[in-house]
């Protein structure tokens, strides 16, 4: 079966960092097109980043700067390292990806939330 | 960014009634649409792939069609499961654009 396990999320400083992993079962991280997708509270979708398959990344231009996105392929995970958090980063972040190419996200997992606040 | 303008921003609707949601790109995105059912508390579930694709075990009361700028989603007869928020999605351009999703109410 595939799946998608987050974890990582909590209660952070307004500044302050958080590391959030999205293990994979049946699912080769490293062979996929990777994103990580959040909703802040009462909100809709927010598209955050992605990893190609070739290693290549990309940010939506509100997280550019301060978060990265990585893989251990040994681990079969995917990271997001959070930096200089704002209360405006509080949400559930989900990692998402096509089972198969660059198209739409089959695959979720259940989402890890993250809040922001002093 | 190409920007998704989805209507209306909320919906309700009988159980057995036609429902109809539009998403409009702000350019042309060929086919590059993903329809999905987010239930509260839960990950969003993809439906319809590439505007008119039916997902794998997804009730053929759903279906999806348009291309270029003007899409639709329609569900044939609403059943009471179907209560949900629905979000159009492009990804023909990076970064991938969500619409502002459909609240959808049994009336």
């Known amino acids: 079966e595939v799946q998608l396990v987050e974890s990582g999320g909590g209660l952070v400083q307004p500044g302050g960092s958080l590391r959030l992993s999205c293990a994979a079962s049946?699912?080769?991280?490293?062979?996929?097109?990777m994103s990580w997708v959040r909703q802040a509270p009462g909100k809709g979708l927010e598209w955050v980043s992605v990893?190609?398959?070739?290693?290549?990344?990309y940010y939506a231009d509100s997280v550019k700067g301060r978060f990265t996105i990585s893989r251990d392929n040994s681990k079969n995970t995917l990271y997001l390292q959070m930096n200089s958090l704002r209360a405006e980063d509080t949400a559930v972040y989900y990692c998402?990806?096509?089972?198969?190419?660059?198209?739409?996200?089959?695959?979720w997992g259940q989402g890890t939330m993250v809040t922001v606040s002093s | 960014d190409i920007q998704m303008t989805q209507s209306p921003s909320s919906l309700s609707a009988s159980v057995g009634d036609r429902v109809t949601i539009t998403c409009q790109a702000s350019q042309d995105i060929s086919n590059y649409l993903n329809w999905y059912q987010q239930k509260p508390g839960k990950a969003p579930k993809l439906l319809i792939y590439d505007a008119s694709n039916l997902e794998t075990g997804v009730p053929s009361r759903f279906s999806g069609s348009g291309s270029g700028t003007d899409f639709t989603f329609t569900i044939s007869s609403l059943q009471p499961e179907d209560i949900a928020t629905y979000y159009c999605?492009?990804?023909?351009?990076?970064?991938?654009?969500f619409g502002q999703g459909t609240r959808l109410e049994i009336k």
């Open positions: 990893i190609y398959s070739g290693g290549s990344t």
């Open positions: 999605q492009q990804y023909d351009n990076l970064p991938v654009t």
């Open positions: 998402a990806s096509p089972s198969e190419g660059e198209g739409a996200f089959d695959i």
């Open positions: 049946g699912f080769t991280v490293s062979s996929n097109y």
